[in-house]
């Protein structure tokens, strides 16, 4: 069954030092990918897209995700982490099957120390 | 100018009640849909319309009814509300294969 899989519940890391967030997919074919960001009591907010091309894509907030399909992978990154990018960060695909679905992973949590 | 927007953001009500989420969008997206977040943050779809049409349903009890009067609006009726409704549900919409925008949330406790 396809499945998008964020191995990571909650990562912490310092202010300033760089990020990246883990994400793998199980898809037959490339699948439309997405990450998603949700601050506390807010809705999501689209980082980035991947659907073809340059498998290095770039988003919003100075974040970056690559897209390896040999790793069925695509991880989130930034080199330098602010304090206010603490939320919850959602990797999702699309399966293009009859309809236009999207599938979250389970999300990390991402803590900023001072 | 809220994209998606819904109401109420809060919701708290007793167990058999029947309650109705409102979600609109002035993006001019032509499918709009219902996810729902559980206590762990886990997103799960239930219900996506396509111009007003009804095309992903996914093994949601019958107590849960979506309405869509036009393709701006997708509201959700819940009869008979139980503990495990409690959740906060996200409206979103989206066009053609564009990503999707969601609304803020409505928070659903049901005591």
């Known amino acids: 069954a396809q499945s998008v899989t964020q191995p990571d519940i909650h990562i912490t890391v310092s202010e300033g030092a760089s990020l990246e967030l883990r994400c793998n997919y199980s898809y037959g074919a490339t699948p439309y990918l997405f990450w998603y960001v949700q601050s506390p009591g807010q809705g999501l907010q689209l980082l980035l897209k991947y659907f073809s091309g340059d498998t290095l894509v770039q988003g919003i907030k100075g974040f970056e995700a690559e897209f390896k399909r040999s790793q069925s992978s695509f991880n989130l990154r930034k080199p330098s982490v602010h304090w206010s990018d603490a939320a919850e960060y959602f990797c999702?695909?699309?399966?293009?099957?009859?309809?236009?679905?999207?599938?979250f992973g389970s999300g990390t949590r991402l803590l900023v120390r001072p | 100018d809220t994209a998606v927007s819904q109401t109420p953001k809060y919701l708290v009500t007793q167990m058999g009640n029947d309650k109705s989420i409102k979600c609109e969008q002035n993006?001019?997206?032509?499918?709009m849909y219902w996810y729902k977040q559980d206590s762990k943050k886990f997103l799960k779809i239930m219900f996506s319309y396509n111009n007003k049409e009804l095309i992903i349903n996914e093994t949601v009890p019958n107590r849960f009814s979506p309405k869509s009067p036009d393709k701006a609006h997708l509201n959700l009726h819940i009869n008979s509300l139980e503990l495990g409704d409690s959740a906060v549900y996200f409206c979103?919409?989206?066009?053609?294969?564009?990503?999707?925008?969601f609304g803020n949330g409505t928070r659903l406790t049901v005591t």
């Open positions: 979103a919409s989206s066009r053609d294969t564009s990503p999707l925008h």
């Open positions: 999702a695909v699309v399966l293009m099957d009859s309809s236009y679905k999207l599938i």
């Open positions: 993006l001019g997206h032509d499918t």
